[in-house]
């Protein structure tokens, strides 16, 4: 069964110091690898989709890796603004259901 | 250039009756997909549609739940006879051929 797991499931950080969220999945075929910010109340927003191993991306204090096994989420001298919830996604090569992962909630405080 | 657009944003009903959810896709986007989120539970795929067909129900439900996407018109996910485990936040998502998936703000169901 195809199986997305994110670790840790909450952060505390205090502002500025940096620390990685991590993505493991076991999907077969997998096709891509999507990060989505969540805010409390509202819907998941798009961050960054990886498609291949070693590829890396980024935005502001965000970047998003991958490994054939798993995905890191680093946040680099964060700001309470990126508290939310960051989910990780998975998407097979046949079909385009996303399998996601329960999330890491992740709170910074000033 | 406005987002996925979903309404109602908050659902009452009581158990029994009967819940629609609309869903807009972004514009030019022609691929519609339907998450729930339960309480304390990660998103989970319902349905993928594109115009008049669906194309892939396996996180549906067997009864009570249908969606369709009209030639015109938004997307609608129905929901037959609520009871209270269908409360949940629905999510809407759409996307332009099989690329990154933009979700909406999202229905949040209450059944009494």
């Known amino acids: 069964e195809d199986q997305v797991t994110q670790s840790p499931e909450a952060l505390r950080l205090q502002e500025g110091e940096s620390s990685s969220l991590n993505c493991s999945y076991t999907v077969s075929g997998l096709r891509g690898l999507f990060w989505y910010r969540q805010d409390p109340g509202k819907g998941p927003e798009f961050l960054f989709t990886l498609y291949s191993a070693g590829e890396e991306k980024e935005k502001e204090r965000l970047k998003a890796t991958l490994t054939k096994k798993e995905s890191f989420l680093h946040i680099t001298a964060p700001k309470p603004e990126d508290s939310a919830t960051y989910l990780c996604?998975?998407?097979?090569?046949?079909?385009?259901?996303?399998?996601f992962g329960g999330g890491t909630r992740v709170l910074v405080k000033p | 250039n406005a987002g996925v657009m979903q309404n109602p944003r908050h659902l009452v009903r009581r158990r029994g009756q009967e819940a629609r959810l609309r869903c807009s896709p972004m514009?030019?986007?022609?691929?519609v997909y339907w998450y729930r989120q339960l309480p304390e539970e990660g998103l989970k795929f319902m349905v993928y549609?594109?115009?008049?067909?669906?194309?892939?129900e396996s996180g549906m439900p067997k009864e009570r739940f249908s969606a369709e996407f009209p030639k015109e018109g938004p997307s609608i996910l129905r929901i037959q006879q609520v009871v209270r485990g269908d409360s949940a936040a629905y999510f809407c998502?759409?996307?332009?051929?099989?690329?990154?998936?933009?979700f909406g703000p999202g229905t949040r169901l209450t059944v009494l």
């Open positions: 996604a998975g998407i097979k090569a046949a079909g385009n259901k996303l399998t």
């Open positions: 998502a759409s996307s332009p051929i099989d690329n990154e998936q933009f």
């Open positions: 549609l594109q115009k008049e067909n669906i194309i892939d």
């Open positions: 514009k030019g986007h022609s691929h």
